[in-house]
Nanobody
Framework: QVQLVESGGGLAQAGGSLRLSCAASGLMFSSGTVGWFRQTPGKEREFVASIRWSGGSEYYADSVKGRFTISREDAKNTVHLQMNSLKPEDTAVYYC?????????????????WGQGTQVTVTS
């Protein structure tokens, strides 16, 4: 059973930083992708970044490129999202997701497993 648990959300000022973490368990596929998405009320879930479960092949949405960094910590089966230079428009619920296949896609429907989400609020 795949389980994804996010942590690290909270409140930050514009220009500040937060680091989100996604602890994964039950991921038995040797190849696959972990992604971060975000969602605000009334809007569709939006792709933020993704990385291969084995590492490498990072992709970012244009809106976060140069400010956010996705990485994987092998020993803890954890994927991090370092968010710098935060903007009020980054405010959203952030979700970790996983799928047992490689290749880039920004379509949230392609991801089979989801965490419960963590709130990020950026104040101006």
């Amino acid at each position: 059973q795949v389980q994804l648990v996010e942590s690290g959300g909270g409140l930050a000022q514009a220009g500040g930083s937060l680091r989100l973490s996604c602890a994964a368990s039950g991921l038995m596929f040797s190849s696959g992708t972990v992604g971060w998405f975000r969602q605000t009320p009334g809007k569709e879930r939006e792709f933020v970044a993704s990385i291969r479960w084995s590492g490498g092949s990072e992709y970012y949405a244009d809106s976060v490129k140069g400010r956010f960094t996705i990485s994987r910590e092998d020993a803890k089966n954890t994927v991090h999202l370092q968010m710098n230079s935060l903007k009020p428009e980054d405010t959203a619920v952030y979700y970790c997701a996983a799928r047992p296949s490689l290749g880039y896609t920004s379509d949230y429907v392609a991801y089979a497993y989801w965490g419960q989400g963590t709130q990020v609020t950026v104040t101006s």
